[in-house]
């Protein structure tokens, strides 16, 4: 994508319909842009990739305007956009749009490096622009319901299961930072604390990258969590469990029901009850979170430093060192009988 040219001047929100682009219409940028013009007090501007056939996808889909690179997309004249393109070209593009004055939304992770993620964040914060990080799933009503249930609870332990068939548009990730870095942020939203430790064990079954990860964490509050993920479960499953002093609250992410079990008593007994759960999608419910963001300047629902923290938990995962089995004491059986 071309990032010469001049913007014109930084672009900020007038009274009326923000003007909003999309850069990256690859499946998440098809969908933001599928959204994004359908939202009230807010033009979608157009799409920016740098392939015909994706281009051609999302003019199908939403009939907008698609542009083959960034210079034209800022010609044609935006308040904000969202990155959706492919990772490692988030801090190159980003930068970019900050240097215009244009407000971003920038899908997960933030960055390739955590040292990209607080350029950005550092950039965003000098230039005064809106920065938000894309986790939608904080935005799942399940995720809602059980972040409700937990409020002012003493959290115990966090159990949390992402795993599906391997996605054939990988390549240049595994599952730590395609699936586990949305547990990871779940994990530091609901304990509302930072995590401190980190034991992964970590596996390349059939993929160059690691495709099984066992992840085990402890809060700076003392919670521990696990994660469990990776793409060799033939179907989708994404389940979170939270065990707090007072209740035990199940949440299936995919069928959005919610279960709290509570009342427990000396015998073993205890009640159960299903929770209310929205329906609103999660994407939608992200991107009105972002305009909102950027007409009122306050806080967005997920910072950059929330995504630049997340990511270095992610990063610590994939860094610290695997102790191989063979190390263990082998300790000869005994006869039974």
């Known amino acids: 994508m071309s990032l010469k040219g001049s913007a014109g001047g930084a672009k900020q929100q007038a009274r009326g319909a923000l003007r909003v682009g999309v850069i990256g219409a690859g499946i998440m940028g098809s969908n933001h842009a599928r959204v994004l013009a359908g939202m009230p007090d807010v033009t979608l501007v157009g799409t920016v990739d740098p392939l015909p056939a994706h281009r051609a996808r999302v003019t199908d889909l939403t009939g907008c305007r698609t ?4 210079d034209e997309l800022i010609v044609a004249g935006v308040d904000a956009v969202t990155i959706a393109a492919p990772t490692h ?6 930068l970019a ?14 960055a390739s490096t955590v040292e990209e993620g607080r350029d950005i964040v550092s950039a965003a914060q000098q230039a005064g622009v809106t920065l938000m990080v894309g986790h939608v799933e904080r935005f799942n009503p399940a995720v809602a319901a059980i972040k409700h249930a937990i409020s002012g609870e003493d959290i115990l332990s966090i159990a949390i299961t992402r795993v599906g068939p391997f996605p054939p548009r990988m390549s240049n990730v595994g599952v730590v930072i395609d699936l586990a870095v949305h547990d990871i942020d779940l994990i530091r939203w609901f304990t509302e604390s930072d995590i401190v430790e980190v034991q992964p064990q970590l596996s390349s079954a059939v993929a160059e990258r690691e495709d099984i990860a066992l992840l085990q964490f402890r809060t700076a509050s003392g919670v521990l969590a696990h994660i469990n993920t990776n793409w060799l479960t033939p179907f989708k499953a994404r389940n979170v469990t939270v065990a707090t002093r007072g209740k035990y609250v199940m949440g299936d992410l995919l069928t959005r029901q919610v279960t709290e079990c509570f009342g427990f008593k000396p015998d073993g007994s205890y009640s159960m009850r299903h929770l209310p759960v929205g329906h609103d999608e999660p994407l939608r ?13 306050g806080l967005p629902a997920v910072t950059g430093d929330e995504g630049v923290a997340s990511l270095e938990i992610a990063t610590r995962c994939l860094e610290a060192p695997a102790r191989p089995a063979s190390s263990a004491r082998k300790v000869p059986r005994r006869a039974v009988g």
């Open 285 to 297: 419910a992200e991107l009105i979170a972002f305009v909102h963001a950027v007409r009122s300047g």
């Open 97 to 110: 749009c900050i240097a215009r004055g244009i407000h971003l939304l920038v899908e997960k992770p933030i």
């Open 89 to 94: 070209l988030h801090h190159e593009i980003a």
């Open 67 to 70: 542009f083959a690179s960034l």
